[in-house]
């Protein structure tokens, strides 16, 4: 089971901050991450994302499913080589695994022009430490989980037909 969770700040340097502490708690043990990443809205609404590519992509399958939510949450470019009944069935998929409609348009009102986000994907959260850690940078905390299962349907639906 993963846990996607975002947290809205009103400025870049806050989520800046707060991905040292998810570092920071990452090597205590308390976090262990399959993504990490600071999604910045500039003053002309145009996405900026800031990718500790030393975190994405674990192993081929935690790294293929970060990139289908991410690319859903914000509509990265490159997303747009799936198309048709891929891009229907993963959209389906992740309604399912809990990335649902509701959850990406929460996302989408954190990430007003001059907002940022930060975005994790962790297999594993000690929740009464990290939740404590992360409030004392303030935002607007959002979780969803995805299984095991949803994870290797995702990572098989972005393989496409053997």
């Known amino acids: 089971m993963s ?13 800046d901050r707060a991905s040292e502490t998810v570092r920071e708690l990452q090597r205590d043990y308390v976090v262990q991450l399959n ?8 003053e002309d609404g145009r996405i900026h994302v800031d990718s500790d590519s030393r975190v994405v992509g674990t192993t081929a399958v935690t790294g293929a499913v970060w990139g289908a939510i991410f690319g859903m949450l914000f509509l990265v470019p490159g997303l747009g080589l799936l198309t ?3 891009l229907g069935g993963l959209v389906g998929r992740l309604s ?12 989408a009102h954190l990430l007003k022009p001059g907002a940022a986000a930060l975005v994790i994907m962790a297999s594993k959260v000690t929740d ?3 939740t404590p850690a992360m409030r004392r940078h303030g935002g607007t905390i959002l979780k969803t989980s995805l299984s095991d299962e949803d994870e290797r349907d995702l990572a098989e639906q972005l393989a496409g037909p053997r």
């Open 84 to 86: 048709g009944a891929a």
């Open 96 to 107: 399912r695994s809990g990335v649902d409609d509701q959850f990406r348009q929460q996302v």
């Open 3 to 15: 846990e996607l969770i975002v947290i809205g700040y009103d400025d870049a340097d806050a989520a």
């Open 35 to 42: 993504g990490l990443a600071v999604v910045g809205v500039d």
């Open 128 to 130: 009464d430490k990290f």
